[in-house]
Nanobody, 130 residues
Framework: EVQLVESGGGLVQAGGSLRLSCAAS????????IGWFRQAPGKEREGVSYINNLDGSTSYADSVKSRFTISSDNAKNTVYLQMNILKTEDTAVYYCGATAARVGGAIYEPVLQSYEFDYWGQGTQVTVSS
């Protein structure tokens, strides 16, 4: 059974930091892309970042570049999202998703849209206060 379990959310003041974790099981971690998405109340789910565990490539949404860092610990089947200099607009439920790292033999490069990801966790709440 595929499982993605997010943790690390909480309440933090603007300018602070949090580190989210996404623990994966039930699939071959090393050949999947793990992405982080977020959804604020009344808004659509938006892509934040992804890491391709096959080749280590990463991508970030413009809104989080230079503030967030994604990393992967293949020994622990866990992906982290280090979030620094948090802003009130970062408040959302954060989800991790997984999809295959190869499509038709080629390395897959998602464009951080939720439809690209096949498996999802239950989410973790991040609230940034002013």
């Amino acid at each position: 059974e595929v499982q993605l379990v997010e943790s690390g959310g909480g309440l933090v003041q603007a300018g602070g930091s949090l580190r989210l974790s996404c623990a994966a099981s039930g699939f071959t971690f090393d050949d999947h892309v793990i992405g982080w998405f977020r959804q604020a109340p009344g808004k659509e789910r938006e892509g934040v970042s992804y890491i391709n565990n096959l080749d280590g490539s990463t991508s970030y949404a413009d809104s989080v570049k230079s503030r967030f860092t994604i990393s992967s610990d293949n020994a622990k089947n866990t992906v982290y999202l280090q979030m620094n200099i948090l802003k009130t607009e970062d408040t959302a439920v954060y989800y991790c998703g997984a999809t295959a790292a190869r499509v038709g033999g080629a390395i897959y490069e998602p464009v951080l849209q939720s439809y690209e990801f096949d498996y999802w966790g239950q989410g973790t709440q991040v609230t940034v206060s002013s």
